[in-house]
């Protein structure tokens, strides 16, 4: 509903000459005019539905004080209106007496319209209130004066029903809205494991909830404690705005713990996939592990005096903490498993690379030994295709070489030597001859 404005009214004129019959006509036009705008500005106040919640609300602290300073400034206000109103009827019975009033009747209607002639109880002079100094049996004014009394009290009046009404407009529904928010995150929250006591988004859950409890009850028994009056200094009712800033800190909150569950809500729907993948890894170190424990048991009967390097078994800590991160999706407490994925994706990589850098040391040997098996039949072929397939000292030297190769616990050392010695011989086999010199001249 529109809100009614000031009322209207005029200058006073103190000792003012007498009025002829015309003036006196104009002067109570203007009252009338005046009287209907009062009257529809009171039943306007009456009838706001800022007032209505005001009289049926349970109020506590500075709206609850102010509210009672209005009504009874309301209360004074009817007073004032009532003795405006007996005045006006005066004066219009008086004028009303001839068609052309004598000078004792313009003198008498000149005192009624613009002297001192209303006469109030100090109650309702003072405003209803003990802030004018000490009370008054009765008070006098005039019309004008009346008006200008009517007025500061009716804005007064109206600020706080504007005020407040304007805060249970903004805050109440606001909050309930984040409220039914906050219900539908809590759902989700508890849902993927984010409970109070358990994850601190839960904590912060009950804070906010808890919070917003308290700030709605506060805005209904309260209003105009978050009623922040226009910083520019204007006197019109209602000049301000409600202060939110309660809500907007707890909105900012559950738009930070949304995004905490959004996150949590990613490792769940990614959290089997992740687990796969480590025990995948993990599998993949268990056996290079077992295959470079199976090499070094070959190693150790195949190759004499190798330095053989140990190889240790699988790591027991990463497959604990695989274990409790796979009771842990069971349990639904994803805001454990996240980080405790982050961790062990790195671990089971390093695992596995470890588990590599052993069985290739391990094997080393072997590569070795497998490295001169070749090389041996790679000059053997080269003497073949040279034709020296039968060379006593090269089938020599070739068969002691390919026997402390294909034997076991193969010397490397020796082997070594001995097919370095099966290259050289085969090196100066293959250098073709020289001439020993030239036919004489």
Sequence with gaps: MGVPGPFPGSPGRPDAPVLDREEVDRALARLGAEYEAIETSLLALQDHAGRRLLEGADLAGTTKERWAAAERSITVLW??????????EEARELRARRRWPSPEDLAELTELLHGDAVTVPGAAAAGGGAESGPARLSERFSL?????????LYARSL???????????ALPARIDLLSAELQRTR???HSVGVRPGEHPAGDDLERITDELVRLRAQVIADPLAFWLSSSTGSSAPG??????????????????IRREV???LDVRQDAERRLMQLRDVLSRADRTLTEARQARGEVLAKIAASEVPAVSGP????????????????????HRLSP????????????????RESLTAVTAPLAVRAELRGRLDAYKAKVGRHGMAEDPLLTERYDVARRMLWSAPCDLRAAGQAVWRYQQAAAEAMVPPQLEGRGES
Excluded at 144 to 152: A, C, T, Y
């Design 239 to 256: 000049g301000g705005r409600a202060d939110t800033a309660r809500y907007d800190r707890a909105a900012r909150a559950l738009e930070d």
């Design 315 to 334: 790591s027991t800590a990463l497959h604990e903490q695989l274990a409790a991160a796979a009771e842990y999706r069971r349990r639904s407490q994803w």
């Design 187 to 189: 759902s989700l929250a």
């Design 144 to 152: 004008e004066g009346l008006v200008e009394r009517m007025n500061g």
């Design 340 to 355: 405790l994925l982050d961790s062990l994706e790195e671990r089971a990589e390093d695992e596995l690379h470890r588990a």
């Design 262 to 264: 959004a996150a949590v």
């Design 159 to 169: 600020d706080v029903i504007v005020a407040a009404d304007a805060v249970w407009l």
């Design 79 to 88: 007073s004032l209106f009532d003795a405006y109103t007996a005045a006006l």
